[in-house]
T-cell receptor
Framework: DGGITQSPKYLFRKEGQNVTLSCEQN?????MYWYRQDPGQGLRLIYY???????QKGDIAEGYSVSREKKESFPLTVTSAQKNPTAFYLC????????????FGNGTRLTVT | AQSVSQHNHHVILSEAASLELGCNYS??????LFWYVQYPGQHLQLLLK??????LVKGIKGFEAEFIKSKFSFNLRKPSVQWSDTAEYFC??????????FGAGTRLFVKA
């Protein structure tokens, strides 16, 4: 079955540490996205990538970094510069055209104490 | 800036009641509109979408939505809800490019 795999499901870190969230897709989709979901705020776009070795900042990119070295992988690093990192992080992909619906992974819940 | 507003954050209904969830967006050009649903413990999935043509679109599980261009709205409806419709519903808009904007979500609880 094709899909998006995010790991781990739960992640705990101490303040000041960088942490990397994994996202892998086997849908052969060109575009990949990272969203952050907070209660009452919906989904906010952190970064997106249309093709390999290219990515753009979304609405809330500060304190985050990404890489896109392979088509199927789009890891997100939450750095110590992110002021409120505790959240639910969702990875998504589309085939590449802007009217394509997003396919989502199951998410990673990050807790920073 | 583009934005999406969902009018109700929490909705509680009894089974068999009718459902309408409001969604308004702020963008004057051509848009692609989506409703996504997140059932408890599951990943977000597409419920229905509108690109062009008939403004009344039908999705999975008996849901439908109507695009009213003059009102910048894309409300979600279901004539008779079931307990299994308990979920969080998100309206989303894409106005071209790769950026999809989401509303804050509406949590629906259906009492059995």
């Amino acid at each position: 079955d094709g899909g998006i795999t995010q790991s781990p499901k739960y992640l705990f870190r101490k303040e000041g540490q960088n942490v990397t969230l994994s996202c892998e897709q086997n849908l052969n989709h060109d575009a990949m996205y990272w969203y952050r979901q907070d209660p009452g705020q919906g989904l906010r776009l952190i970064y997106y990538s249309q093709i390999v070795n290219d990515f753009q900042k979304g609405d809330i990119a500060e304190g985050y970094s990404v890489s896109r070295e392979k088509k199927e992988s789009f890891p997100l690093t939450v750095t110590s510069a992110q002021k409120n990192p505790t959240a639910f992080y969702l990875c998504a992909s589309t085939i590449g055209s802007y009217n394509s619906p997003l396919h989502f992974g199951n998410g990673t819940r990050l807790t920073v104490t | 800036a583009q934005s999406v507003s969902q009018h109700n954050h929490h909705v509680i209904l009894s089974e068999a009641a009718s459902l309408e969830l409001g969604c308004n967006y702020s963008y004057g050009g051509t848009v692609n509109l989506f409703w996504y649903v997140q059932y408890p413990g599951q990943h977000l999935q597409l419920l229905l979408k509108y690109f062009s043509g008939d403004p009344l679109v039908k999705g999975i599980k008996g849901f439908e939505a109507e695009f009213i261009k003059s009102k910048f709205s894309f409300n979600l409806r279901k004539p008779s809800v079931q307990w299994s419709d308990t979920a969080e519903y998100f309206c989303a808009v894409n106005a071209g490019g790769f950026k999809t904007i989401f509303g804050a979500g509406t949590r629906l609880f259906v009492k059995a």
